[in-house]
């Protein structure tokens, strides 16, 4: 079954789904005129290629002519601060599209989410509310077979995620909530990796133990997953708990306890979800100032800052430490606490954030240039949050091609996006963080049976085009209420 056989989809996502953890954000009136450019020049190319809307849609050029009709739509409405450096050509011929948004990089994606489809997790309140939430506010639901949840499973990440994109190693992130009802609890963590393994990639699935100190045993649990499951790293949800209150990264009662375990069990990554505050959590544990402090402790430790402290609603401009908001504010934190570019332990990540922004050129420029201005291209970390999104391919390409204007680079002192710095981001500093070996993983990735099944995938390629997570602000809030204004 073609998952969209007229070809209505675009290939390049600008829509309003979240990750069900921050409200749906209305489409201005420039990113609606994209959209609607975006399917006229489709329709022009797909008929001067003499293809079906469908067929040419699947082709690189089809992805090439959507980012050419939003880099006319953008430049009419004034926003010249960023745009997609694609050839007009592209949009009829994949082989000059393969040049502006293929690519051969070692991507690493250190954010993606899948849900054990055995329903273990739902018993219980806080398991009843995630059923609730993934079978009526999740679009993707009607995908799953039945009453399972299949269509979240670990198959389906790695169908979205490594036939139907370029990525080649991630992470399975965990996800907040108590033990008992955490849809991605560690054994199913373990399970996707035993997935991959049992194609004969093992290597493409590394795995997260989900930390949460402030929940009885949060700390013993964590010698389990080092010692029985092998993770990789440590997620933590700082604006968790499981009466309501959060904690800080560098609080004696919490946050402390944690890192010096992490360190005791030689597990000595932290990634932390900071910014996107939780619905019904209180405001202040969002805030990343916590990580640049815990970093600053903790110098043997790498912290990582998922989603690089982004506000959904606040506009992204040029820093300002006075006022800060949004990823300013993560900014801010590396600043005071003596951190340099491409220098120390702390990371930030672009889950979610690059998504959310890639549909604004003038804001995505000024969040890529202040973070490569700051922090540097060697300290930001390639994450999608898919699958909630979808396929990242899309997120993907248009990083590919994003190039910051020369008169934005002029005004801010941003530096120019060059190939070097996207193969930093897209995978090698994650790689150099995780002890992975880039050349020899490529090469063993060559002709693992992934990628050869890829091969064959590819001669009858299926993507869906679609994105799952909530797309309207009463879908968002119906989560806020399964929950009973908390997550988890």
């Known amino acids: ?77 004034g926003q010249t601060g960023g745009y997609f450096s694609v050839a007009q050509e592209a949009a009829y011929d994949s082989s000059v599209a393969y040049a502006s948004i293929g690519g051969d990089e070692f991507i690493f994606d250190i954010q993606n989410h899948c849900v054990d489809p055995s329903e273990k997790w739902t018993q219980g309140k806080s398991g009843q509310r995630w059923t609730t939430v993934l079978n009526q506010v999740f679009s993707q639901r009607r995908k799953c077979a039945g009453d399972q949840f ?16 370029d990525t080649d190693v991630c992470v399975v992130s965990a996800l907040w909530g108590g033990r008992d009802s955490n849809p991605t609890p560690i054994d199913y963590a373990a399970e996707a990796r035993q997935l991959a393994a049992a194609s004969g990639a093992k290597h493409r699935i590394l795995i997260q133990g989900g930390v949460m100190p402030n929940e009885p045993g949060g700390l013993e649990f964590m010698e389990t997953q080092a010692k029985d499951y092998g993770v990789a790293a440590w997620k933590i949800y700082p604006q968790w708990g499981p009466n309501g209150s959060g904690y800080f990264m560098d609080d004696p009662d919490y946050g402390i306890p944690m890192i010096e375990k992490a360190r005791d ?56 430490p006075d006022t800060a908001q949004g990823v300013d504010r993560l900014i801010k934190a590396h600043q005071e606490n003596g951190f340099g570019p491409n220098k120390g332990n702390l990371y930030a990540e672009l889950g979610s954030v690059w998504r959310y922004f890639m549909s604004k050129p003038d804001q995505a420029a000024h969040l890529l240039g202040k973070l490569i201005q700051y922090f540097g291209a060697e300290r930001i970390c390639w994450g999608t949050d898919a699958l909630w999104y979808g396929s990242p391919q899309d997120q993907i390409q248009a990083f590919r091609s994003f190039q910051i204007s020369e008169s934005f680079q002029e005004q801010y002192g941003y530096p120019a996006i060059t190939p070097r710095m996207r193969q930093r981001i897209f995978g090698q500093n994650a790689a150099k963080v995780y002890g992975l070996d880039v050349p020899q993983m490529q090469k063993t990735l060559r002709s693992d049976n992934i990628s050869k099944l890829k091969t064959v995938y590819s001669e009858v390629s299926n993507p869906s085009f679609e994105t799952f997570g909530p797309k309207t602000r009463r879908e968002f809030l119906s989560i806020v209420s399964a929950h009973h204004g908390r997550p988890g």
């Open 1 to 77: 079954m073609d998952f969209d056989p007229e070809g209505k989809r675009l290939p390049i996502k600008i829509d309003t789904a979240t990750n069900a953890e921050y409200c749906p954000q209305p489409l201005t009136v420039t990113e609606q005129a994209a959209n609607h450019a975006a399917h006229q020049v489709v329709d022009q190319a797909a008929k001067a290629t003499r293809k079906s809307r469908r067929t040419f849609l699947k082709t690189l050029a089809g992805s090439a002519a959507t980012l050419l009709a939003f880099n006319q739509v953008f430049a009419r409405s």
């Open 150 to 165: 299949d269509c979240y499973s670990a198959e389906q990440m790695i169908k979205e995620v490594f036939l139907d994109s």
């Open 265 to 320: 069990l030689d597990v000595k990554i932290i990634c932390a979800h900071r910014g996107l505050p939780l619905g019904g959590m209180a405001y202040q544990y969002s805030h990343p100032a916590d990580i640049a402090r815990a970093a600053r402790l903790y110098p043997d430790v790498t912290f990582i800052c998922y989603h690089s402290g982004f506000e959904a609603g606040v506009d992204e401009g040029p820093y300002r």
